[in-house]
C-alpha cells in the first residue's frame, strides 16, 4: 500500500511539473508575441484599428531589425504601441501581430 502511495505522489508531481512547464515551452520570438495588450489606455487585440496617430511616418519603425522583429508584410509597418512593437496596416490600420517590448533584448 505505501509503494502504491508512492507511486501515485510520484506520478501526480510529474504531471505537475509538466503543466508548469508547458508556458514556457514557446521559444525564440514565438515567446514576445502577445494576443492582446493595453496602449493609450485602451485594451487592443489582434485584429482591431490602431488609432491614426500610429500609422504616421513619425511612429513607422524603420529599423525594425535593431529590435529583433521580423520583416513587415507588404502593406504593413511596425510601430510602438503601449510598451508594445506592433505591425499595422499602411491603408488601414488594421493590427496584424504584435510583440512584448522585452522582444529588443532578445538573443
Given amino acids: 500500500m505505501a509503494k502504491c502511495k508512492w507511486l501515485l505522489l510520484g506520478v501526480v508531481m510529474s504531471l505537475a ?3 508548469n512547464a508547458a508556458p514556457q515551452a514557446a521559444s525564440g520570438i514565438k515567446a514576445y508575441e502577445e494576443q492582446e495588450f493595453i496602449a493609450d489606455f485602451t485594451k487592443f487585440k489582434i485584429g482591431d484599428t490602431a488609432p491614426a496617430q500610429y500609422q504616421t511616418p ?3 519603425i524603420k529599423q525594425y531589425q535593431l529590435r529583433n ?3 513587415p ?3 504593413t509597418h511596425w ?3 503601449g510598451e508594445n512593437y506592433v505591425l499595422i496596416g499602411d491603408a488601414d490600420g ?3 501581430k504584435a510583440y512584448n517590448g522585452d522582444i529588443f533584448y532578445h538573443r
Fill in 94 to 96: 488594421k493590427i496584424y
Fill in 69 to 71: 522583429l521580423p520583416a
Fill in 58 to 60: 513619425e511612429y513607422t
Fill in 79 to 81: 510601430t510602438y504601441m
Fill in 73 to 75: 508584410y507588404a502593406g
Fill in 17 to 19: 511539473s509538466a503543466a
